[in-house]
């Protein structure tokens, strides 16, 4: 079992930055690798960034790629999430989530065991 906890999301203006913060127990984080999704309301939960265990591969959606940096921590079990160069439409609540180290398909929600509560991100215009 791994309990991931989120944290940092907030209110900002568009064209600022967060920085969200992913704090996990129980396994061994190193044999996990990392992702953070976000939904907003009324839409379907959707891929956001990923992050191998060693931290050494990662991919972004499109929508945020250049603007969004994920990085992890295995010392202190924690993965980041960057946000800069925020916009309205970024507006979701952000999940981290994990998945065992090698397993396929980092960009499915479904592919992932564990999930936090979310922490609820709104950037206003």
């Known amino acids: 079992q791994v309990q991931l906890v989120e944290s940092g999301g907030g209110l900002v203006q568009a064209g600022g930055s967060l920085r969200l913060s992913c704090a996990a127990s129980?396994?061994?984080?190193?044999?996990?690798?990392m992702g953070w999704f976000r939904q907003a309301p009324g839409k379907e939960r959707e891929f956001v960034a990923h992050?191998?265990?060693?931290?050494?591969?990662?991919y972004y959606a499109d929508s945020v790629r250049g603007r969004f940096t994920i990085s992890r921590d295995n010392a202190k079990s924690t993965v980041y999430l960057q946000m800069n160069s925020l916009k309205p439409e970024d507006t979701a609540v952000y999940y981290c989530?994990?998945?065992?180290?090698?397993?396929?398909?980092?960009?499915?929600?479904?592919?992932?065991?564990?999930w936090g509560q979310g922490t609820q991100v709104t950037v206003s215009s």
């Open positions: 989530a994990a998945r065992p180290a090698g397993t396929p398909g980092w960009g499915r929600s479904s592919n992932y065991g564990y």
């Open positions: 129980g396994r061994t984080f190193s044999s996990y690798a």
């Open positions: 992050i191998s265990w060693s931290g050494g591969i990662t």
